[in-house]
T-cell receptor, first 115, second 116 residues
Framework: NAGVTQTPKFQVLKTGQSMTLQCAQDMNHEYMSWYRQDPGMGLRLIHYSVGAGITDQGEVPNGYNVSRSTTEDFPLRLLSAAPSQTSVYFC??????????????FGEGSRLTVL | AQSVTQLDSQVPVFEEAPVELRCNYSSSVSVYLFWYVQYPNQGLQLLLKYLSGSTLVESINGFEAEFNKSQTSFHLRKPSVHISDTAEYFCAVISTGGGSQGNLIFGKGTKLSVKP
């Protein structure tokens, strides 16, 4: 089982460049989310989606865009990268069934450096 | 809204010693509680969770956590740690009513370093 797959695992950008972090899950989860992890800050929610066509902002959405055209995919776009966006990014998903307990399944992360 | 406080950012301990990683939460409603573990250069994986019932929950690798509603705590313990337990541990909370669509709130993490 692939679970949650993130690409790329590593990326170096120059300030002002754009890029997309890809996330795909094969568990038919309706809920998907993006977190960033910074030293001493824990995980902070960027954007999330509760189903195809529905997205919403989390705690730190500025500088990031998302879309959800299919259940499987939830890409994160950086339109004009800034050094403050240097971080490790995690995609996570969970089921939205009535018995759901909130347990998240994480990808392995994408390490982004903005010079 | 919920919040999570992990009281120690780093915990160094010798191999085979006991360890406790502390987690306190704040919420005006009932919650589910989780501990996630992140090994170096990996994603997060679920260690254990409290949903309901017995306040003491256990993982398959010897960790346990106790839900204390009066003290709003969910501390993680292990009686004897191994080198392989070296990792960062995250406590997380979600309201019971938000399970399907709500967002997990994470603490800032505790780095457990086990020394030989």
């Amino acid at each position: 089982n692939a679970g949650v797959t993130q690409t790329p695992k590593f990326q170096v950008l120059k300030t002002g460049q754009s890029m997309t972090l890809q996330c795909a899950q094969d568990m038919n989860h309706e809920y998907m989310s993006w977190y960033r992890q910074d030293p001493g800050m824990g995980l902070r929610l960027i954007h999330y989606s509760v189903g195809a066509g529905i997205t919403d902002q989390g705690e730190v959405p500025n500088g990031y865009n998302v879309s959800r055209s299919t259940t499987e995919d939830f890409p994160l776009r950086l339109l004009s990268a800034a050094p403050s966006q240097t971080s490790v990014y995690f995609c996570a998903s969970k089921t939205s069934g009535s018995s759901n307990t909130g347990e998240l399944f994480f990808g392995e992360g994408s390490r982004l450096t903005v010079l | 809204a919920q919040s999570v406080t992990q009281l120690d950012s780093q915990v160094p301990v010798f191999e085979e010693a006991p360890v406790e990683l502390r987690c306190n939460y704040s919420s005006s409603v009932s919650v589910y509680l989780f501990w996630y573990v992140q090994y170096p250069n990996q994603g997060l994986q679920l260690l254990l969770k409290y949903l309901s019932g017995s306040t003491l929950v256990e993982s398959i690798n010897g960790f346990e956590a106790e839900f204390n509603k009066s003290q709003t705590s969910f501390h993680l313990r292990k009686p004897s740690v191994h080198i392989s337990d070296t990792a960062e541990y995250f406590c997380a909370v979600i309201s019971t009513g938000g399970g399907s669509q709500g967002n997990l709130i994470f603490g800032k993490g505790t780095k457990l370093s086990v020394k030989p």
